[in-house]
């Protein structure tokens, strides 16, 4: 016979329903416990009985429920809880009949199924509860969060759920937030409704009488009374107070206060909680704050009334403390009922006694103009020791993809949903082991960029999963170590394109050797020597540098094939010509040998030197020039040229000396000059000058004190014939020679006034240089008129000076 026939004259106060019970089959509450709280999931066990022997469990775990309450008056409205069914037991039975225990949750149990790590970027809170609902399965006419300003916090950039469910990820969130979650019953089923000011709840509201055990009032129905309701108050801090460092804004104190009680004793300090502002630290200060108000003085009473439910208001009147005759809003009840003993004894259970149907409210309230907050009571994970992760990047990773703070976004390894690049975090810092800033505000530090793939560590500030730091990079098998065993002498550093130091440190061979790929450049010191560079980079097995080409110690600079340039100054370097380029903008440029020599070799190329300004030599031992080719020397002004020891010129060949100005050569010592041989092979002069020797070339002249010889000599004749007649044609030749001199003179008097007027700008380039051919040729031809007369005096003159 159906269960159902046989309670045909039972009024049922409690009654359970499932959707997975199959045709015919009914579920009869027997007894039942249940809790709720502000910001909680609801629980109750349900003991049921039913005719039914199999029923199929796994058609009922998981299946929408419904439990109703009815205060058993006529025509009184039922109280409903429409969940899940998230446990359900086959116990025993009793001639015939068989118990159940059901265990009903909300919808939102869903939540506690889903464990995983996973990374929210620039959500506001609003938005991550919604990611986080719909994600567990929930729809939008499941729950509403349209309380929620989105003012009242602001958007995070970076949000790890660390190894844990969304429900504990979402509940840690809302109690940080002062976000909480109650229950309403809506046409469709039940809804969650999110808020954080008790002006979100419904103003509706039940209404009770105190009326204690014993002092029963026929006036006041049994389903509407209070019978105990007391007070319980704590001492309160004084204030809170919520500090905080955000590196983005490193010279902020971060600080926010919020009064708790103006006789409070003590305070409550708060450090991190996500606040990166002094307006974010007051508003978060004040949410603790609150948190604490309203467990500072708390209303708790037991009642038979049903229809007393979290997040819903209760008045109370009868009291015989005034001021607790008031409106309050039910933070927490607890649901204690049973039907037992109709049912069974309608069932024809026998039982020892009898149990009466009853129902038992303990709840708990706060004043309703006092806001509630959510404890924090869910622990924030905490990452004790490092993550994994992978350097992220939009480009092929050629390149390190930073921003504006030398930042990095990174990959996990373990998301639970597919993230596009750049998309898997915010940016991170990297820690480095320098960093700083000068007086001027100039930022020096230590920063080798990481590209995309690099696999990285991740540390977190304090363990929170919200605040990672790149700690460094690591090797795997895809992105070897530099340094392994086969050059395990050697510390070094290789950049992604190429640039390499490396310090060498096995015993006797210590070097130090700076390379990089573009023309083959290095520099070693050391245990110099050239490295291998033929094949480019080399790897770290094969980069023994300890066994160099070339042995020897000191400093090696190869430049490769192309330039090497070194500058001081404040001026920009300009591109170095091709070779070795050392350019002082400002400072000089000193060359220093203390023991050893310096030397400048160029084997197939030219030495150019172009000094603007002055040039000293100074040489305190021998100098000696060799030239095995012809050499030119250009004087634009006067020259002087002082000896202190003796001077010896060999002329090996054909000399000639044009003077364009006043040669001056003084002669502190003897001088002997060695000329040689004219074009007809006959010797042109020698001259040997044992005293003073004064030379002005240009008009040449020459004066000379010379003592031949301690005698005199003594001359016949027709010596003295001779010398007349020779004297006659030297006087002659010597007109001819001071007349082409003059002319000389007087050209190079008119090409001075040519640069003058050149400089002047009188007259133009080309004006200038017919003029200077002009008076070149005059000049051309006066030298031919000299060399005559030279050579009659040579050819017709021959003079003998006695030994």
């Known amino acids: ?238 204030q809170v107070t919520v500090t905080n460092y955000f590196y983005q804004k490193a010279s902020l104190q971060i600080k926010g206060t919020a009064m708790v009680s103006e006789h409070g004793i003590g305070e409550v300090n708060y450090y991190g909680m996500h606040v990166e502002s002094n307006e974010i630290a007051r508003e978060v200060a004040k949410i603790r704050a609150e948190g604490l108000i309203c467990r500072g003085r708390q209303f708790s009473g037991e009642s038979t009334a049903t229809g007393l439910r979290c997040g819903h208001f209760l008045e109370l009147s009868g009291h015989y403390r005034a001021s607790f005759n008031r409106k309050y809003l039910l933070t927490g009840v607890s649901h204690r009922g049973s039907q037992a003993g109709l049912l069974l004894a309608g069932l024809g259970v026998q039982t020892a006694e009898p149990e009466q149907t009853f129902y038992r409210a303990e709840f708990s309230s706060i004043p309703s103009d006092v806001q509630f907050r959510p404890e924090l009571v869910q622990p924030w994970p905490r990452i004790e020791g490092t993550l994994n992760a992978f350097i992220d990047a939009e480009g092929d990773g050629k390149y390190a993809e930073l921003n504006e703070k030398g930042e990095y976004k990174v990959q996990l390894p373990y998301y639970l949903t597919e993230k596009d690049a750049t998309k898997a975090s915010a940016w ?40 990672p730091v790149i700690i460094g990079a690591v ?39 700076f390379k990089t790929p573009t023309g083959d450049t290095w520099m070693s010191m050391g245990a110099t020597g050239k490295p291998s560079l033929s094949s480019g980079l080399r790897q770290a097995q094969d980069s023994n540098i300890s066994n160099p080409e070339t042995g020897g110690e000191g400093v090696w600079i190869n430049a490769g094939n192309g330039n090497f340039g070194v500058t001081t100054g404040s001026s920009s370097p300009t591109q170095p010509p091709d070779g070795i380029s050392l350019t002082a ?59 202190g ?21 003084l002669y502190a010592g003897p001088a002997v000059n060695f000329y040689g041989f004219k074009l007809d092979n006959s010797l042109i002069k020698m001259e040997k000058v044992y005293g003073a020797h004064l030379e002005k070339k240009g ?38 020679i001071k007349q082409a001199t003059a002319t000389i003179d007087e050209c190079e008097t008119r090409m001075e006034d040519y640069a003058t007027a050149l400089m002047q700008g009188s007259i133009s380039f080309r004006e200038f240089d017919v003029l200077i051919n002009s008076r070149q040729t005059e000049i051309a031809q006066a030298e031919t008129k000299i060399a005559n007369a030279q050579a009659t005096l040579s050819s017709g003159t021959q003079i003998f000076i006695p030994a």
Not at 48 to 77: C, K, Y
Request: aromatic residues 10%; negative net charge.
């Open 1 to 238: 016979m159906p269960l159902v026939n046989q309670l045909a004259d039972f009024n049922r106060r409690f009654s359970f329903s499932c959707d997975g019970l199959s045709s015919g089959a009914t579920l009869e509450v027997v007894s039942f416990e249940g809790e709720e709280s502000l910001g909680r999931l609801y629980r109750f066990e349900i003991l049921l009985v039913s005719a039914s022997n199999d029923i199929d469990e796994q058609m009922l775990l998981g299946r929408h429920a419904e439990f109703q309450l009815s205060d058993g008056a006529p025509g009184g409205e039922p109280t409903r809880y429409s969940g899940l069914v998230t446990r359900f037991e086959q116990q025993h039975q009793v001639t015939g009949w068989t118990f159940y225990k059901a265990v009903l949750e909300p919808k939102m149990w869903r939540l506690g199924k889903f464990h995983l790590t996973e990374v929210y970027l620039n959500k506001t809170p609003r938005e991550l509860l919604e990611i986080i609902l719909d994600a567990g399965g929930l729809s939008s006419n499941d729950y509403t969060l349209s309380y929620l300003q989105p003012a009242a916090y602001p958007q995070q950039r970076f949000i790890c759920q660390y190894r844990e469910s969304y429900l504990s990820f979402l509940t840690r969130w809302c109690e940080h937030l002062g976000v909480y979650w109650w229950y309403t019953q809506q046409q469709n089923g039940e809804q969650i409704v999110f808020g954080n000011s008790c002006l979100n709840h419904d103003p509706h509201v039940v209404g009770l009488a105190y009326q204690p055990a014993g002092e029963l009032d026929a006036d006041v129905p049994g389903a509407r009374r209070v019978q105990h309701f007391s007070l319980s108050s704590q001492p309160l801090p004084r």
């Open 475 to 513: 090797t795997n098998s895809q992105t070897p170590n530099v340094v392994t065993n086969d050059n395990q002498t050697q510390s070094k550093i290789r950049s992604a394109g190429g640039n390499e130091i490396t310090l060498q440190d096995e015993q006797g061979k210590q070097q130090m050797l």
């Open 428 to 467: 991170i810092r990297k820690a480095s082991p320098y960093a700083g800033m000068d007086d001027n505000g100039v930022a020096h530090g230590m920063h080798f960029p990481l590209h995309k793939g690099a696999e990285v560590l991740l540390s977190f500030h304090n363990g929170n999963p919200d605040k």
């Open 585 to 643: 903008y400002t400072a000089n440029i000193t060359l220093t040998s203390t023991l050893g020599n310096i030397t400048l070799n160029t084997l197939n190329g030219d030495i150019n030197q172009n000094i603007k300004g002055n040039s000293n030599t100074k040489v305190e031992g021998s100098s000696s020039i060799w030239r095995h080719s012809d050499s030119t020397s250009f004087n634009y002004g006067d020259t002087t040229s002082i000896f």
């Open 645 to 665: 020891g003796d001077k010896n010129q060999v002329m090996m060949g054909v000399q000639l000396s044009g003077y364009a100005g006043l040669v001056l050569n």
């Open 699 to 736: 008009l040449h002249f020459t004066a000379a004190a010379a003592k031949l010889a301690k005698n005199e000599v003594k001359l016949t004749q027709d010596e003295i014939k001779v010398l007349k007649q020779g004297a006659s044609v030297i006087n002659t030749s010597t007109a001819e």
